[in-house]
């Protein structure tokens, strides 16, 4: 089965609409006011709903059809595309705003950084090895491991950043994820 029937059969069973990422919620006062923004291997377009919401011209693309459909027939105000972003990865310097939610490929990470305007935000949060509780891929090889954010995006200018791993009262804290906020200079 391919990754595109993989997430097509999910979202065919899914129905619940998760809530946008926490790395955006938590710091909503960094996005500018207008602007283009993109919600890059969206799925359900939880990010990208939110994101519209505030005003900003709001892009969403997934593999999944599925998943496309939903957000197109949900929110038409935002604007989807079915595309696969290994392949298709953004063109350079064509967005002020790119959210990246539970979604790890490294060989594509030089051409997110690209795909941002001077000054624009790239806000990411996906799954850490060094987790407390089993939710998120099994493969570690989907998993960041310590630090990892900071050195696949080394060439922005870091904004906000929080990995809590396995430290200290591990029924306290954020745990499990990685929270990444940069600019691009
Ligand atoms: C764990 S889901 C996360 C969805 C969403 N970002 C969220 O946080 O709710 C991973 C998503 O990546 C998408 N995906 C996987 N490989 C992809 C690719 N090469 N191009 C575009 N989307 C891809 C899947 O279809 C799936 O919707």
């Not at 890059?40 to 005003?55: D, I, Q």
């Not at 593999?63 to 079915?82: C, F, H, K, M, Y």
């Not at 795909?115 to 806000?123: E, I, R, S, V």
């Not at 570690?140 to 904004?159: C, Q, S, T």
Request: hydrophobic share 40%; net charge negative; with cysteine.
């Amino acid at each position: 089965m391919s990754d595109e029937q993989k997430w097509n059969a999910r979202y065919r069973q899914s129905g619940e609409l998760p809530a946008p990422a926490n790395v955006l919620l938590e710091n909503a006062h960094l996005l500018p006011e207008s602007g283009r923004s993109l919600d890059l291997a969206c799925g359900l377009g939880a990010n990208a709903r939110y994101l519209s919401g505030l005003g900003l011209e709001s892009h969403a693309w997934d593999l999944s059809a599925i998943a496309i459909d939903r957000i197109r027939n949900e929110t038409p105000g935002v604007l989807v595309q079915a595309r696969d972003v290994t392949a298709q990865p953004p063109e350079p310097s064509t967005f002020d705003v790119i959210v990246v939610a539970h979604f790890l490929d490294r060989d594509l990470c030089a051409a997110i950084s690209a795909a941002l305007q001077p000054g624009g935000l790239l806000f990411y949060q996906t799954f850490s090895r060094e987790a407390v509780n089993a939710i998120g891929p099994g493969n570690p090889a989907f998993r960041l491991a310590p630090n990892e954010l900071l050195r696949l995006f080394g060439d922005l200018r870091l904004v906000v950043y929080r990995e809590e791993g396995r430290i200290g009262n591990l029924s306290k804290g954020y745990r499990d994820l990685v929270h990444y906020v940069g600019m691009k200079l």
